[in-house]
T-cell receptor, first 114, second 114 residues
Framework: NAGVMQNPRHLVRRRGQEARLRCSPV?????VYWYRQLPEEGLKFMVY????????ESGMPKERFSAEFPKEGPSILRIQQVVRGDSAAYFC????????????FGSGTRLTVV | GDSVTQMEGPVTLSEEAFLTINCTYT??????LFWYVQYPGEGLQLLLK?????DKGSNKGFEATYRKETTSFHLEKGSVQVSDSAVYFC?????????????FGAGTQVVVTP
C-alpha cells in the first residue's frame, strides 16, 4: 500500500500525558499537512511541513503542540500535557507539490483523553 | 482570506434520487477546487477536482463544474446508492492566501436510504 500511513489508529491518554502521532507520507511526497477534526466539525488546518522545515504553523495552538518532519523517518505531531479538549481525530495528508495538486489523506489517529 | 461555504446537512435521500450539494467559495487569485468524501471511521478520499474555470471534474458518477462567474463548485450525482452515504467536503487550494494548505468547508452529511 503506497498511501499515507498513520499510527496508531486509536490512542488513549490520561490528562497530563504526552501523545505522539506518526505519519509516513506517500513515497516521493515531500509535503506533509496535519489537520484536526473535532466531533461534528470540519477539518481545521494545523501545520504544513516539508522535510526538516515548518512552512506554515498558523493553525497550531501556541502551547503544548509541536510538529516535525525529519530528514529520515515519519512526521510526528506531539501534544504535551493533553487535556480533554484535545480529544479529536488527527489526520495527516501528503502531496508531491503545492496543495493545488490535491492531498492524499491517511486514515487518521483518534485521540481520546480520559 | 479564502473560505468555502457548503450546504448544511444532513441531506437524506432515497436510493436512485438525484443529489446536489452546493459549494461556493471566496478566494484571491485562481484556486483549484476539490471534493473529498469521508466514510465513517475513515480518512478523506479525493473524489474529484478541477484546476481552472469551466473545468468539469468527474468520478464514480459524481460531477462538479468550476464556475468562476458564480464562484461555485456544486457536486451532483444523478442516481445515488446506499453506499454513497458519507460526509462530503468541498475544498480549495493553490491561491496566494492558502499557499500550501487546503481550505475545507464544514462538510455535508449525506444519508441514502433503501
Amino acid at each position: 500500500n503506497a498511501g499515507v500511513m498513520q499510527n496508531p489508529r486509536h490512542l488513549v491518554r490520561r490528562r497530563g500525558q504526552e501523545a505522539r502521532l506518526r505519519c509516513s507520507p506517500v513515497k516521493g511526497h515531500s509535503h506533509v499537512y496535519w489537520y484536526r477534526q473535532l466531533p461534528e466539525e470540519g477539518l481545521k488546518f494545523m501545520v504544513y511541513l516539508q522535510k526538516e522545515n515548518i512552512i506554515d504553523e498558523s493553525g497550531m495552538p501556541k502551547e503544548r503542540f509541536s510538529a516535525e518532519f525529519p530528514k529520515e523517518g515519519p512526521s510526528i505531531l506531539r501534544i504535551q500535557q493533553v487535556v480533554r479538549g484535545d480529544s479529536a481525530a488527527y489526520f495527516c495528508a501528503s502531496s508531491p507539490g503545492l496543495a493545488n495538486y490535491g492531498y492524499t489523506f491517511g486514515s487518521g489517529t483518534r485521540l481520546t483523553v480520559v | 482570506g479564502d473560505s468555502v461555504t457548503q450546504m448544511e446537512g444532513p441531506v437524506t435521500l432515497s436510493e436512485e434520487a438525484f443529489l446536489t450539494i452546493n459549494c461556493t467559495y471566496t478566494a484571491t487569485g485562481y484556486p483549484s477546487l476539490f471534493w473529498y468524501v469521508q466514510y465513517p471511521g475513515e480518512g478523506l478520499q479525493l473524489l474529484l477536482k478541477a484546476t481552472k474555470a469551466d473545468d468539469k471534474g468527474s468520478n464514480k458518477g459524481f460531477e462538479a463544474t468550476y464556475r468562476k462567474e458564480t464562484t461555485s463548485f456544486h457536486l451532483e450525482k444523478g442516481s445515488v446508492q446506499v453506499s454513497d452515504s458519507a460526509v462530503y467536503f468541498c475544498a480549495l487550494g493553490g491561491t496566494t492566501d492558502s499557499w500550501g494548505k487546503l481550505q475545507f468547508g464544514a462538510g455535508t452529511q449525506v444519508v441514502v436510504t433503501p
